[in-house]
């Protein structure tokens, strides 16, 4: 037998296995595993405490957050929270009798040892998708053989908050956009209707955040989606709150700019779900001489066969083709980004502020020939790359309690925090009159940077300590972020030194969480982009109330957004360098600074907090032996 072989095998598709099998169904429970509420939620089931009970909750959660808990999709076409079955169910037993000094390790979504680190170490080390470079291109049929997994970013480090997480990126994305269209110009040139439209597809998971983010903007939305159930999803979510994602839902384009024509001249503010293919709409716009505002996309382009839906054929029989002919189906996917973004170029070339929302669409048709693909850029460069040099960032957390009373709780406290960050302060009010809590854990999320994250995360644990809040809360991020990615179509496109590709920054970020306390930790290929086209690391990290989560969140939460400061301020972005500057951090080769003066930092944090929201955090501890006990 010669090793070597075996591996071509599995690239030819040899030894693909069956859904079923891949998914090891046979474990399959017989509902979703259920998130304990009520007082059950209030006390930890597991041998090492709330360390690996947020672990299992934060799985579940996902499950109940995702898009279809039995075949553990959870977003972003195929991102998954586990391998299958059997690994899931393996991985909670392990972490239920994991000693409060042992990590569990996880390869890809299946449980791979566990041995004793120490009460510093994450519980749990994750990583997922991971391809030697040039062996990349097969990626799939390592997949297909059982070898591997698509773990997105949250779904596979298990901190995926359903359509919030992704709700307040997009309104800062849509608005920033917006800012930028009307400074153009050719605005003056746009008709009242065009001045109010945003356009875009896709109602996923993620995507499906988009009607609702526009109308927080003020503008009238219409977002194509071949999927008439998700279409449904979303005109049903939020109505009975009184804040439908989808106002409108339509077969027929026509009726689609109709019903916002009228909305526009009345002056008011919708969204609107039509049942049709990107491609349609946007050649409808063309053909009509109709430029919106602002135009982007957010269908699954990252993943040509199980992502996005080809045109010319209706969703069902694309679902069908998918398993029977996948060549056919990709062959049809193929044209259809091709004339995708050509649309999307045109559009742009006609005035529309068109960016690209991070799901590859424009390397997608790049590759299939389409020259002008890049002739529109990416939204971090257009609007977060300044952001990042701040170390600011999407942070979220969820509520272990599984009472949206405490989320409403870190939102008054968050508030008196950042009462000056007008921004912030808005998107909770809007937060709280938009975005109905989901299935899973209550969760909530903002931007916040260098110092807010820290003081945040501690502030937190000292209510958690205080009984303020009813049980701890896990503090986590995704990979829209400064210091922990590198993905050159999106996070790290045009750096300024053109290291967009270089893989160190992610392994650096992720080290520097491990050994400074993050609960769990992960390593991925892939989010947003698909694999090879990105690297990224994550960090959860819990507070539990005790003064060593406190001392560990310290660590965690000013190393996180630091490293995205220390990355831009590595790649020459001057604004990076002086928040370093501000702050007196030692920037190597970019500053004299020394020595990082982390007490005077802490004892910053400390008078903060008490100053701004009246909470007193625990002194920092002088014997962090102690705290092992
Ligand atoms: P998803 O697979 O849940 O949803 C995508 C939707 O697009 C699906 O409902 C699908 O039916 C629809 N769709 C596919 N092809 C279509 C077509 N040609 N015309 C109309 N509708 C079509 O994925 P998601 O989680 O919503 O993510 C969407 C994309 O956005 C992914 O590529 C993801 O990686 C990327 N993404 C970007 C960000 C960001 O911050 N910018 C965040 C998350 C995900």
């Known amino acids: 037998m010669n090793y070597r072989n075996r591996m071509e095998e599995i690239m030819s598709g040899k030894h693909r296995l069956s859904e079923e099998d891949r998914l090891k169904m046979d474990y399959l429970p017989d509902d979703i595993p259920p998130l304990p509420k009520g007082e059950d939620a ?16 934060a799985m579940i959660s996902n499950l109940h957050n995702g898009r279809d808990w039995e075949k553990l999709y959870i977003y972003g076409g195929s991102g998954k929270v586990a391998r299958d079955w059997k690994s899931f169910n393996e991985t909670v037993e392990l972490l239920k009798t994991l000693e409060p000094n042992e990590t569990l390790f996880l390869q890809s979504g299946v449980p791979y040892g566990k041995m004793q680190t120490t009460r510093w170490a994450p519980r749990c080390v994750i990583t997922n998708s991971v391809i030697v470079p040039h ?16 773990g997105q970013m949250t779904a596979g480090s298990f901190i995926f908050i359903g359509l919030q997480g992704i709700i307040q990126g997009t309104y800062e994305t849509i608005a920033a956009s917006i800012k930028a ?44 989606e071949v999927n008439p159930h998700l279409i449904d999803r979303m005109y049903n979510t939020g109505r009975d709150q009184g804040a439908p994602y989808l106002d409108y839902k339509t077969e027929s384009i026509e009726e689609a700019i109709k019903i916002a024509q009228e909305s526009a001249e ?19 716009l063309v053909e ?11 269908t699954s382009a990252h993943d040509l066969l199980n992502g996005y839906y080809p045109m010319g054929i209706s969703y069902d029989e694309a679902d069908i083709m998918r398993v029977e002919s996948p060549e056919e189906y990709l062959e049809r996917s193929k044209k259809t980004v091709v004339k995708h973004v050509s649309l999307m170029v045109e559009l742009n070339k006609r005035g529309a502020e068109t960016f690209d929302y991070g799901n590859n669409i424009r390397q997608q048709a790049y590759e299939l020939g389409v020259e002008d693909a890049f002739d529109y850029s990416g939204f ?12 600011k960032g999407p942070f979220r957390w969820m509520a272990l309690s599984n009472d949206p009373e405490d989320i409403k709780i870190t939102d008054k ?82 750096m300024k030194d053109g290291s967009d590709a270089i893989g160190d920054y992610p392994i650096i970020n992720l080290l520097g969480n491990a050994l400074s306390g993050a609960t769990w930790v992960s390593y991925h290929g892939g989010g947003g982009v698909g694999v090879g086209y990105s690297l990224h690391a994550g960090q959860v990290i819990l ?12 660590r965690v939460l000013t190393w996180d957004p630091l490293s995205a400061v220390l990355r831009h301020a590595a790649a020459g972005y001057e604004k990076a360098i002086d928040v370093g500057n501000e702050h007196k951090l030692v920037i190597p080769g970019r500053n004299e600074i020394r020595e990082f003066d982390y007490e005077k930092l802490y004892d910053h944090i400390v008078t903060l907090v008490k100053d701004r929201t009246g909470v007193e955090l625990f002194p920092p501890m002088e014997n962090l032996e102690l705290s092992l006990k």
């Open 266 to 284: 009345k002056g008011e503010v919708v969204s609107i779900g039509v049942l049709c293919n990107a491609i349609d709409l946007l050649q409808y």
């Open 543 to 554: 507070a539990d109330g005790t003064r060593l989560s406190q001392e560990k969140l310290f």
């Open 42 to 57: 209030l006390k930890p089931s597991t041998k090492a405490g709330w360390e690996t009970e947020a672990i299992i909750r």
């Open 181 to 224: 269209a009307e400074k153009k110009q050719i605005y003056q040139e746009f008709s009242n209707f065009e001045k109010k439209l945003v356009v875009s597809a896709g109602l996923g998971l993620m995507s499906g955040a988009q009607p609702l983010a526009i109308k927080m903007c003020e503008k009238i939305g219409i977002i194509a």
């Open 380 to 391: 971090v460069l257009e609007y977060v790359r300044p952001l990042f040099c701040e170390g």
């Open 288 to 298: 009509e001489e109709i430029t919106p505002l602002v135009l982007t996309d957010q």
């Open 413 to 494: 406290y968050a508030k008196k925090l950042f009462y000056d960050d007008t921004q912030l302060v808005n998107w909770l009010e809007l937060a709280d009159k938009y975005i109905p809590f989901e299935k899973g854990l209550p969760a909530r999320v903002f931007w916040a940077g260098f110092v807010g994250r820290a003081a945040f995360g501690m502030l937190m644990n000292k209510l958690v300590s205080e009984g303020i809040l009813k049980a701890p809360v896990v503090i986590g991020r995704d990979h829209l972020d400064g210091g922990s990615v590198a993905s050159p179509n999106r996070e790290t496109e045009g």
């Open 135 to 150: 062996w990349t291109p097969y990626f799939e049929e390592f997949v297909a053989s059982g070898l591997s997994v698509y």
